[in-house]
């Protein structure tokens, strides 16, 4: 079977407005001492099931370019002794633009990171600036290069929808994104969670109209580059979708370890979800289901019927409401075919009213 294995490292350099993630600013973080942690809670999570073969690792955060490449090299050797794995393993890590570190990439590379996401988060300076980012753009396109010169499958992360940001100002930048030649984009539209600076400051989310507008725009200037859409915000050169992300979609199995990071594992026939430090929490088939749901509605392939069947242990026509599936393809919101449900791009806008009359 499958399996994902997901590495939280929380710590930043500072904390963006922005950001509900769990992160924490901290100097000096003991760093060999915690992966000890990490390397035992791999061993742990090994002995639990024996049927899993690695297919996918993701270093995600906080910010996981903070971890010393020797430290990561630890976690992998680690992994690497306990599982079998598979022999295209896709091996992620979030990076920040840090021009502190001018060789941070070519030694990320010979840690053994294959995949390389850049959090860019927008390309001009005075956005970035109101993002609260650590970097310019002079420093977010230089590392966009070593990027690009130390990895073949690369990414970079923007937040788009800001406050006052124009549709002429969104389109130029795109372009400029598109231009980079970047193998996958994760375009967020800009969320204002609650407990955020931004959200004590009284920052509001662009109308929904705007945000609509500029999603299409997106969609369709992306196209034109040859980018195809695979997630609501993730899009990708043939060939380079993220396969970690898309085995959490498609609710495969996965372990996560460290401090922010949750699991979902089949042993036996219970699915149990998997919290920091080590706390199995049973989870049940009717709420997996819901979840398979809204995150497969995400997907522009979206759900396959017999994999949902496999993953929650729920019959597919015993968990939907047919008739109202059968108002949503009359409204234009989804398509169905025996084998598979997927939101159209109408529904895909719409997509908390489409999972709701779905799931009932
Ligand atoms: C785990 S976070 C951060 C990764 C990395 N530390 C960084 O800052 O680039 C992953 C991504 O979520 C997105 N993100 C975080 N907060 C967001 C928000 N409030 N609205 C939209 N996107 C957000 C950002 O694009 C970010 O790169
Ligand atoms: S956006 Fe990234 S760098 Fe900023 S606080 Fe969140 S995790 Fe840390």
Known sequence: ??????????YCRSKCPYCDFLSYVKKNVEQSVLVDGYLSDLEYYRSLNDEYKVDTIFFGGGTPSLLEPKQIERILDKII???PTADNLEISLEANPNSQYPTLFEDLRQSGINRLSLGVQALNDKD???LGRTHDMKEALSAIDLVKKNFDNHSIDLIYARPEQTVCEWKKELNQVCNLGLKHLSLYQLTIEEGTVFSQKGIKPAAEEKAAELYNITTQILADFGYEQYEISNYAQKGYECRHNLG??????YIGIGKGAVGYLHIGDKILTTTHPRQLTEVLPTERAEELLIMGLRLNEGINKRRFERHCGIKWQDFVCQQQINELIKENLVTETSENIKATSNGRLLLNYVIEKICV
């Open 1 to 10: 079977m499958r399996l994902g294995i997901y590495i939280h490292w929380p």
């Open 128 to 130: 970035l600036k109101f």
């Open 81 to 83: 002794g306990l599982w």
């Open 248 to 253: 959490y979609w498609h609710g495969d199995d």
